[in-house]
């Protein structure tokens, strides 16, 4: 495939969407240039490993470009030598501003950046666009695509753009796309939901995925070692979590928890678990790296993901992958994903009674190895990063010009 594909999303590369540097291996994989582009530069407590640091190196950031006013005249002015195109991108900007004056101060940030990006694009002879989370950084992808005459693309997660669909203008992005990759069914029927039914066909289902080689399918410990992956918001249900993990260890004394992840809600839950006595039975490890997540993986017996709102979450796919059963959220697309009573058990999410019970049942009721290997062989099937990016990959050759 000779295609140069510019892939685009608001901070590359992120310890917590290595998904998308998968994703983004996968399509080189198959013989695809790609050239990242991040609208803002990640911190430093995103660089976890060599990976990131490697593709930190190599992504062209947008908006430091734009701040350079050399980097920025040139990408106006080379927007002017198209000027029936400037005036649909300055017309498309005007439609989908979001409402009030901090909305159109924004879109006028959007459309500098989109300048910059459609300029370098040109530079590197792009043929495709390419962009992942369909929030801002989309707003930035169809403009550029309308700037530089280049077809854009998006994937499409949620659950947040779902709460402000007209805000993102979701259903301009889909009929200026030439397709949507939906990372489920449930998330392409809430596109539906926005989209223009003339547009429904290019609403494509593409896994986000994982390699199942990465994860080694061992046999779960034998103890009582649950583990969290993600992010330490409200939205990922941990304070529920620790209340379920009270009144267990009462009787489970062994039990023990431990949490990968960071973010606003750390100093809280540490606070929290301290107050319910749980400061000998929980332990925050912080981020880690792609390797370390694996590890942790193989040294704990359950994984625990009680979220109250996600698209299909990656970090499921890696804990099957390795064999392990997962306990999490009846929600969104996770049942797509999570056979329930097979791979793991599903609870009604926020419901502390209902998550404490399905620890109980997994811990005394369930052949873990047994469930493990199941959620190992629906994610080989269904979910495996290699052939979802041959499919997003088939879906960009099929729109080249």
Request: glycine share 8%; charged share 20%.
């Amino acid at each position: 495939m000779s295609q140069r594909i510019a892939y685009i999303t608001g901070e590359y590369p992120r310890a917590t969407d290595t998904f998308i540097q998968r994703e983004v291996a996968a399509l080189r994989g198959l013989g695809m240039t790609v050239m990242t582009y991040s609208v803002r530069r990640t911190g430093p407590e995103h660089i976890v490993g060599p990976e990131q640091a490697q593709e930190q190196e190599q992504t062209f950031h947008i908006l430091e470009a734009a701040k350079r006013p050399k980097t920025f005249f040139a990408a106006l002015k080379r927007a002017l030598g198209n000027r029936q195109r400037l005036w649909s991108a300055v017309k498309l900007a005007a439609r989908t501003a979001p409402p009030g004056l901090r909305g159109a101060l924004y879109q006028v940030f959007y459309f500098a950046e989109a300048l910059v990006l459609a300029d370098e694009m040109a530079t590197q002879n792009v043929t495709h666009l390419h962009n992942h989370i369909a929030k801002s950084s989309c707003t930035v992808a169809m403009l550029a695509s309308q700037l530089s005459g280049i077809q854009f693309s998006f994937t499409l997660h949620g659950p947040d753009i779902f709460f402000e669909p007209m805000h993102w203008r979701l259903d301009e992005k889909v009929a200026q796309a030439s397709f949507v990759a939906c990372i489920s069914d449930f998330c392409r029927s809430q596109a539906m939901v926005f989209a223009d039914r003339a547009h429904w066909d290019k609403l494509k289902i593409v896994h986000c995925g994982v390699d199942p080689l990465l994860y080694a399918e061992t046999p779960p410990p034998g103890g009582q070692k649950l583990l969290f992956v993600g992010r330490l918001a409200a939205v990922k249900g941990v304070a529920v979590l620790l209340e379920a993990l009270k009144p267990l260890i009462q009787d489970h004394p062994d039990v023990h928890l431990s949490l990968i992840g960071d973010g606003p809600e750390r100093n809280g839950l540490e606070e929290q678990a301290r107050a319910l006595g749980l400061q000998d039975h929980v332990t925050f490890l912080g981020y880690r790296n792609q390797a370390e997540v694996a590890d942790a993986l193989a040294e704990h017996d359950l994984f625990v993901l009680p979220s109250f709102a996600e698209g299909v979450p990656v970090v499921l796919m890696e804990a099957m992958a390795a064999g392990r059963p997962v306990l999490t959220s009846r929600i969104a697309g996770v049942p797509e994903l999570v056979d329930d009573g097979v791979s793991g058990l599903l609870v009604p999410p926020g419901n502390v009674d209902a998550l404490g019970a399905a620890l109980l049942e997994l811990l005394k009721d369930y052949d873990l190895e047994i469930m493990g290997s199941a959620g190992r062989a629906k994610v080989v099937a269904e979910f495996d990063v290699a052939r979802e990016a041959e499919k997003l990959a088939g879906h960009i050759e099929a729109v080249r010009p």
